[in-house]
């Protein structure tokens, strides 16, 4: 066993490396497993024998900005304020799994394959396995609009969905040399089964074939059957135009249909190719820094620190662009509407040190923002509680496909100057007119918060932010 000490250490940081995240893995390599390791299974965290092939899994948030990720708590624990909010569904994710969060409807795991190193392997099908039936998960359920993983790596390819209810043989072809690994992320989504499941990977190692176990760090994964979203269809309008994600709570479960009722929301944009970013943070975030470290890559600078910034809880500074989403799912043929939106605005001053000031801009810097698109322009003040965005705004609402509800966005830009210690904090009145004249009035947030746009003293340029940054990264502050 203590020859064996250097090589499985190796193997652990190398995977764990290769797939970007520091979580314990799963080694495991037998035979076909029923519910519970069989005699064939190694002893220990399911390490493998030598010279066989080994596999790494573990949950994962999701795929695309267009990803929903829900999941239900158990009783007796409280979400974290941290957790919840615009940019917070990493923080969501961690904080929910490391709790034994069930997640409902649909799954991600990530997983590797590593080929023993004196012959190659190559993977020919997955399927997905049920386990031990559980009873329904009951306690806070959890959801995440706009799931990304960020430990993912990009280069991590999605090998396609496996279904509990209709359990099939997903057929693929990847291969790795000796000793190499080769990986990817499966969805896997369920109806009716509260049950633990992993998936069987057939493989094979020359001329011999073998299946291997992927699992959640030694244990089976989880699903439970999917509840109504917490969101309302409005909600995840804006992420499509560069919105972040959103991290929401509800306590207990609530299933059925999601509702008909019209919706509307409101989101911050986040910056884009060629578009400047201004921020302010309570400390330093030497994150920053490692990100813009010389990357020569137009416009993903600038995007990937504010994504930081974001998580981190810095605020928008100066100018930023919001969404207005309106959403009808019960619409068919009347889809012409007038919106109206002003702003219920509270003037706040900073307490203690001066914010941290963080800019990125474009290589050939000028005053761009991400509104090309706005409807509307307004710049705050101390005298102004009350502010008119649109009046009389007609919007066509219009559906993407036959099962999508119809939606229209609109755009709109906020401009706040002055001493670097003042804050607004604004909530949205939005009243939405059907051709009937029937109006409806809607208050709407930042995901149960008022937004937050910190003053940006008049004049400022790239020379005088503290930490600024052009879009190759080079650091000008």
């Given at each position: ?34 519910a ?6 190694s ?18 948030l ?8 829900s ?6 624990t ?16 961690t ?18 394959l ?38 993912v ?23 790795a040399?000796?000793g ?5 992320l499966?969805?896997?989504s369920?109806?009716d ?40 269809p ?13 991290a929401?709570?509800?306590e ?11 919706s ?8 884009g ?10 400390r ?34 100066g100018?930023?662009a ?29 307490e ?22 706005s ?16 009046t009389?705004?007609p919007?066509?609402?219009l559906?993407?496909?036959?099962d ?35 109006r ?6 930042d ?12 004049g ?18």
């Amino acid at each position: 066993m203590n020859g064996r000490r250097p090589f499985l250490v190796a193997f652990l940081l190398t995977a764990a490396v290769w797939a970007g995240v520091a979580v314990p893995w799963a080694l495991t390599d037998h035979e076909p497993a029923p519910a519970e390791p069989g005699p064939g299974a190694s002893a220990g965290p399911n390490i493998a024998a030598e010279g066989r092939s080994r596999a790494a899994g573990r949950q994962a948030l999701g795929l695309a900005w267009s990803s929903t990720w829900s999941a239900t708590v158990p009783e007796g624990t409280d979400v974290p304020d941290g957790a919840l909010g615009a940019g917070r569904c990493s923080a969501l994710f961690t904080w929910a799994t490391g709790r034994s969060a069930v997640p409902r409807g649909t799954a991600t795991a990530a997983f590797t394959l590593t080929a023993p190193e004196d012959r190659g392997l190559v993977v020919r099908s997955l399927r997905v396995v049920k386990g031990r039936a559980l009873p329904p998960p009951k306690g806070t359920d959890v959801e995440c609009l706009g799931a990304v993983d960020p430990g993912v790596p990009t280069s991590m390819e999605w090998w396609g969905r496996l279904n509990l209810d209709r359990p099939r043989d997903l057929k693929v072809s990847r291969t790795a040399g000796p000793g190499a690994t080769v990986g990817g992320l499966i969805e896997t989504s369920t109806t009716d089964c509260s049950c633990q499941w992993w998936i069987e990977a057939e493989v094979w190692e020359g001329a011999k074939r073998r299946t291997i176990r992927i699992d959640d760090a030694g244990a089976p994964f989880t699903l439970a059957p999917p509840v109504a979203g917490i969101g309302t269809p409005a909600q995840g309008g804006a992420l499509k135009y560069g919105a972040t994600d959103v991290a929401l709570a509800r306590e207990g479960a609530a299933a059925g249909r999601p509702s008909q009722a019209l919706s509307v929301s409101a989101s911050r944009l986040l910056a884009g190719d060629g578009q400047e970013m201004w921020m302010v943070a309570d400390r330093e975030v030497p994150e920053v820094d490692r990100l813009t470290a010389n990357l020569d890559v137009p416009g993903a600078v600038c995007r990937r620190a504010e994504r930081r910034l974001v998580a981190d809880g810095a605020l928008p500074a100066g100018r930023a662009a919001y969404a207005v989403s309106v959403t009808d799912p019960s619409a068919r043929e009347d889809l012409e509407r007038v919106v109206d939106v002003s702003l219920k605005v509270r003037k706040t001053v900073r307490e203690g040190p001066p914010p941290q000031g963080y800019g990125c801009y474009p290589a050939q810097w000028g005053l761009q923002s991400n509104d090309g698109q706005s409807a509307g322009s307004v710049r705050l003040s101390r005298d102004t509680p009350h502010l008119p965005v649109l009046t009389g705004e007609p919007v066509q609402l219009l559906r993407e496909t036959d099962d999508t509800p119809a939606t229209s966005t609109l755009f709109f830009t906020v401009e706040a100057w002055g001493p670097d210690e003042t804050e607004y904090h604004f909530t949205l009145d939005v009243t939405v007119e059907d051709a009937s004249g029937k109006r409806t009035h809607h208050t709407v947030d930042d995901a149960g918060r008022p937004f937050v746009l910190a003053a940006r003293p008049d004049g400022m340029a790239p020379r005088h932010e503290k930490y600024a940054y052009y879009e190759n990264g080079h650091k000008v502050g």
